[in-house]
């Protein structure tokens, strides 16, 4: 399995734990907001990921 499938599993795994959370504690909660923080450092990684394995020239 390669890294992306990995870090998008993970990004689906941390989506539904944040969504949970926001409905027990509210949007605001500082649980949500780290939990959001977490999940954007996901995307992050994906995006840097992804951007390695890519060609420049690809349209």
Do not use: W
Not at 40 to 51: A, K
Request: with cysteine; aromatic share 6%.
């Amino acid at each position: 399995m390669n890294n992306l499938v990995i870090i998008q599993r993970r990004i689906e795994a941390e989506r539904r734990k944040l969504n949970e959370m926001e409905t027990i504690y509210g949007l605001l909660h500082p649980k949500v907001i780290k939990q959001s923080m977490k999940l954007d450092e996901l995307i992050n990684e994906y995006t840097r990921e992804e951007s390695l394995h890519s060609s420049p020239f690809e349209c």
